[in-house]
Structures are given as C-alpha cells and as structure tokens.
C-alpha cells in the first residue's frame, strides 16, 4: 500500500511540475511544526495598553495567536486609575476548549511613579503566574520550573519574639482630685493609683497601690468649726 502511495505522489509530483512538487515538498515540511506547536497553551491576549512585542519576548513558554476562536486561554486586561494616581489591572483569565473548566481573575497594582517600563513587566509577571494553572495541564509541563525569590534580610519578617528593654514589666498610674469650697464651708478629695504587671508563659503578676485623701470644714452659725479628715 505505501508503495502505491508514492508512486501517486511521483506521478502528482511529475504532473504539476517543478512547481507542484515545491508545494508538496513544503507541505510535508510544515507538518512537524504544526505538530509541535500543538503541545504548546495557545494564549490570546486581549489588552488595550499591553505591549504585545514585550510580552512576546517574556511569556515564552505558550504561543501567542492573534485570533481568540484558536486559544486556550484568553486573557482579557482591563486597567482603571486608582484613587492615589496609581494603576489597577485587573486579569482574567478565561479557559476555552479543553480548558474550559477553568477560570481566574488576578489584580496588579502599579504604584503612582511607576515607570512604563515597570509596569509592563509588572503585568507580565502576574500573567505568568496566571498561566502557570493552564500550562501545568499540558503534555509539555515537565519543561516548567517555579522559582521563589528568597526577600532580603531587612524585608524578612523577625522569626522569634524581639528584645523588651523592660523585661515584660507594664506600668501605669493614674491621679485625679476634686475641689469645692464657699465661705462656711469647702471639701477636697485627691485619688491616685499605680501598678505594674508582667506577663511571660510561665508567671503572671501584678502589683497594685492605690490611696485617697478627703477633707472637709465647716462652720456653723455660732461660729464653731468641724473638721473631718479621710485617707486609706
């Protein structure tokens, strides 16, 4: 049989001419990469303020097609103005054909003084990140490697509880007084209070002073004074 079918290939080939086994020749050709291309997400980005050249050179790791019917992944990017003169994007990510299950919407906020620049690999970024879900259901997922970015020394968060100059001692203290008086009689009271409490894992203390004082004087009609006096 395959004998058969070359010798209708030769006789095609030798009926058009040069120019027909041209055409033959460069139809076998572009099989392998249309098969190849197959195994590869087919993204569409639909993306008003993207710069489809830079993101062509980024995201390298899917095809970019310029229709969406031919996707797998279309990606719709809307963008408004923040209320500090930043930048919101907001992603979403819509699967089609055999990825059409899947769905997701990721946001990028670029800062008010953001350069362009900045703000396209910004973008870039968050949309690999988007992708990462899609592509991980692909026949060529073993190509992909994650990576994280170990954060500085300085913006690490501190792993264990932080020195206290005060050896966890609280201290508070408080004082209020009140007053009154006219010509036959006057009244004062003072109030104060101090404490001071620590806490760790294995005690909890707290040590606490509290006094008052209170005077009052009266003088009657006939001239005779009282005097009452209070304290603890």
Known sequence: MSHLVRLLTLAACAALGPAGATRLSAQQVQQPVSAQSDSRLRVFLDCDYCDFDFMRTEITFVD????????????????????????????????????????????????????????????????????????????????????????????????????????????????????????????????????ATRTTEAWKMRLALNGNYGQSRFIFGDGERFNSYSHS
């Open 64 to 195: 970019h097609v310029r229709n969406r019917q031919d996707s797998q992944v279309h990606i719709l990017v809307t963008d408004q103005t923040t209320g500090g003169g930043g930048r919101e994007f907001t992603l979403h990510f819509i699967g089609q054909r055999d990825l059409a299950s899947l769905s997701d919407t990721l946001r990028y906020v670029s800062p008010p003084a953001a350069s362009e620049d900045s703000r396209r690999r910004g973008l870039a970024r968050v949309i690999k990140l988007g992708l990462v879900r899609y592509a991980a259901r692909r026949s060529d997922s073993d190509r992909l490697e994650i990576t994280y970015k170990v954060p500085a020394k300085s913006d690490a968060r501190p792993t264990g509880p932080s020195k206290d100059r005060w050896n966890f001692w609280v201290f508070r203290t408080s004082a209020s007084g009140y007053g009154s008086g006219e010509k036959t009689s006057n009244f004062v009271s003072l109030n104060g209070s101090f404490s």
